[in-house]
């Protein structure tokens, strides 16, 4: 076999115990590989260069984002299928004679040379991990980019966070709807009225704040540590006329001030917090609600051997990312003096919105490139492909954790038999 294809498939034979996992097209034009598996697009031997100076996720996922390698057809059924059939396969470790043919086969391709320039768009902090300034370059970094390219990618409310779908979308349920159904299922659950006050921790684009405070009548400080959200937030209270019942905070949670609030929310955020800080932050929560106050906490998870986000996303789309087994959540609020009173898993949910959201993405892909540029596109459309499977194969899951600060005498005020929290409300 001495086309590039051919050679490309007996060098993956080196660390493959069972048939190749993929169909290949390198980019002389030539093909190999099972013709009912995925089809991986080869398009420059910088994609095995940039595996030999850095194997691994990092590395494929680089020559994916700079277009060395693509994918024909769906990004996530294609993952999907070749993850499974390599975990399918009984782990080797190739001898010396091995590696020694591998390393002959991939000069021959041309994987030899220099380092290739790595794409842009790396996460480049600096400082004390989770230190203020740090952990705003890292909000920074996913955030603060045009808020054109969020609304190209979301719903209207801007809601970056899963959804809740109270039934199959179709023409008249799809994303939006499905939006506002969490946004209404969270003030449910906390119990919002008039003139209650909501603190919003890490309010990101502000859908919760503006639905809490129009719908509900709820007096609401959003906080966030991003510029671009804190711009964006403002102007669209103002825009949507709760501009005197949303008050929007620049700054770190540690440095929030103020206590006796009604209900507290952390949706999404607390995946930000780090291992060590989430004792304090859960403490922190905890001290800024009134006895009997809810706190609801929307937060992805993940198991003990695995809590970051991968190098992919750590390096490209959020940095210093720290997720946790949901036990071990409701454990540090439960030793934090808070009640957990309900758990609810959302993980389904998050497939659903994640695919939307991918739908989103490639009908939008002309202005998506126009917005951002092609680069920070593919890398998007990797983050999404990758976030839909983790949360369908539940090596990932989020959940709703609704928690109470009891008053001295132990009340919680509470309803005993909650079942109108899950039914959908009326859309206004």
Request: hydrophobic letters at 40%; a neutral charge.
């Amino acid at each position: 076999m001495r086309t590039a294809a051919g050679k490309l498939t007996e060098l993956m034979s080196h660390f493959l115990t069972g048939p190749l996992p993929v169909q290949v097209r390198a980019w002389d034009g030539s093909r190999a590989g099972p013709t009912d598996a995925p089809l991986i697009v080869v398009r420059s031997p910088r994609a095995l260069r940039r595996l030999l100076w850095q194997p691994g996720e990092l590395g494929l996922a680089e020559a994916y984002i700079t277009g060395d390698l693509d994918v024909d057809g769906d990004l996530a059924q294609a993952l999907s299928q070749a993850g499974q059939a390599v975990r399918d396969q009984p782990p080797t470790r190739p001898r010396p004679a091995a590696l020694a043919a591998a390393a002959v086969l991939a000069a021959r391709l041309g994987a030899s040379g220099p380092p290739p320039a790595r794409p842009e768009g790396r996460a480049r902090l600096s400082g004390r991990l989770h230190s203020a300034t740090r952990d705003r370059a890292a909000i920074s970094h996913h955030y603060d980019v045009p808020a054109h390219f969020y609304a190209l990618l979301l719903d209207p409310s801007m809601a970056y966070s899963c959804a809740y779908w109270t039934r199959p979308a179709d023409a008249s349920y799809g994303l939006a709807e499905a939006q506002h159904d969490k946004l209404e299922l969270i003030c449910r659950k906390l119990g919002l009225g008039a003139g209650d006050r909501l603190l919003d921790v890490g309010c990101g684009w502000g859908s919760l704040a503006v639905h809490a405070a129009r719908t509900h009548k709820a007096h609401v400080t959003a906080v966030t540590l991003s510029r671009s959200q804190r711009d964006h937030v403002i102007e669209r209270c103002r825009r949507e006329g709760v501009a005197d019942r949303v008050h929007v905070q620049l700054r770190h949670w540690r440095h929030i001030d103020g206590a006796g609030y009604d209900a507290v929310t952390a949706v999404e955020m607390g995946e930000h917090v780090g291992h060590a800080e989430y004792p304090y932050f859960a403490e922190k929560l905890r001290g800024a609600l009134r006895p009997e106050g809810r706190l609801l906490i929307q937060q992805m998870s993940r198991g003990a051997h695995a809590p970051g986000g991968g190098a992919f996303i750590e390096t490209y789309i959020a940095p210093d990312m720290h997720m946790r087994p949901l036990g071990q959540t409701t454990d540090l609020l439960e030793t934090a003096g808070l009640e957990v009173r309900s758990v609810q898993s959302l993980r389904e949910h998050y497939t659903a919105t994640i695919d939307a959201w991918r739908t989103n993405l490639e009908d939008h892909w002309s202005q998506v490139e126009d917005c951002v540029g092609e680069t920070t596109g593919r890398v998007w459309r990797l983050y999404l492909a990758g976030a839909s499977l983790a949360f369908t194969e539940r090596r990932m899951g989020v959940d709703q954790i609704l928690a109470v600060r009891p008053s001295r005498e132990g009340r919680s005020a509470m309803p005993a038999t909650p079942v109108a929290w899950y039914a959908p409300a009326g859309r206004s």
